[in-house]
């Protein structure tokens, strides 16, 4: 992913929850107004997908702009893997590839937890099964970060 022309901002998170991180960064295309468009999915962040558009304010010089709230929604979902132990990048790579095809990417943090965002053209129940498959194999666990599909369309 290219950054030119991107900036980061800050999204609060608690610090008591699974991750311990106090903040999490996200690239945005900045729109004007204190309005940030997100170019990647968060990996501790609820609530958030990637295309959003986010309200965030400088509040300290030389800072990230501070999250606040969202906009507008992009329709995009976000889903968080975990490997489970005994799983290799290969495995991974294997049980993501249909994953790919059908149009999810993927973004790795310590190459044991990933994200991935499915696009709002990309049918979010087919993307779940595939999902479901790497769980009930035993590579990952998977959770829902944010689902911007509508559910209730198959």
Known sequence: ???????????PLLKTDWHSYASE???????GDSQYELRNSP???????????????????????????VVTRSGHST????????????DFEKY???????????????EQQFTVDVPDTTNIFEAFKLLQVGEDEGIWFFSSAHVGHPINEK
């Open 1 to 11: 992913m290219s950054t030119e022309g991107l900036i980061k901002i800050r999204i």
């Open 79 to 90: 889903y968080r893997i975990v490997l489970e132990e005994k799983s290799t990048l290969k």
């Open 43 to 69: 990996f501790f962040a609820n609530e958030l997908s990637y295309g959003d558009v986010v309200y965030a304010e400088i509040e300290d010089e030389g800072d990230f702009p501070l999250f606040k709230f």
């Open 96 to 110: 993501i590839k249909p994953l790919n095809e059908i149009g999810c990417s993927t973004e790795g943090f310590k």
């Open 25 to 31: 960064t996200l690239w945005t295309f900045p729109l």
